[in-house]
């Protein structure tokens, strides 16, 4: 998939997963119900960030990571019909 956006210095573009419809015991739940998932896909990544002395410290993540982030990390965007979110390298807890 190629996105026609380009996320500046250390920030990184993810789709999130989809949120469960069922819960482990077997229940529908409705949209309002439904938790927020906390993992994605990374679609796009910054340079990196700029250390003082001016360099560039590369990034730790790449396209097509599978990541966990903080449940209120980053900020929603709406792209094409689809969304992502935007937040920085140091909001993803870990790649799975």
Do not use: C, F, H, W
Not at 28 to 37: F, G, M, N, V, Y
């Amino acid at each position: 998939m190629s996105l026609k956006m380009k996320p500046l210095a250390d920030r990184v573009v993810v789709e999130s997963a989809a949120a469960d419809d069922v819960s482990k015991g077997g229940i529908i739940l409705p949209d309002t119900a439904q938790e927020k998932p906390q993992q994605g896909t990374v679609v796009a990544v910054g340079p990196g960030k700029i250390s003082d002395a001016g360099s560039v410290i590369g990034m730790s993540v790449e396209v097509g990571d599978l990541v966990l982030y903080g449940k209120y990390s980053g900020t929603d965007v709406e792209i094409d019909g689809n969304e992502y979110m935007i937040m920085r390298e140091s909001d993803i807890l870990a790649i799975l």
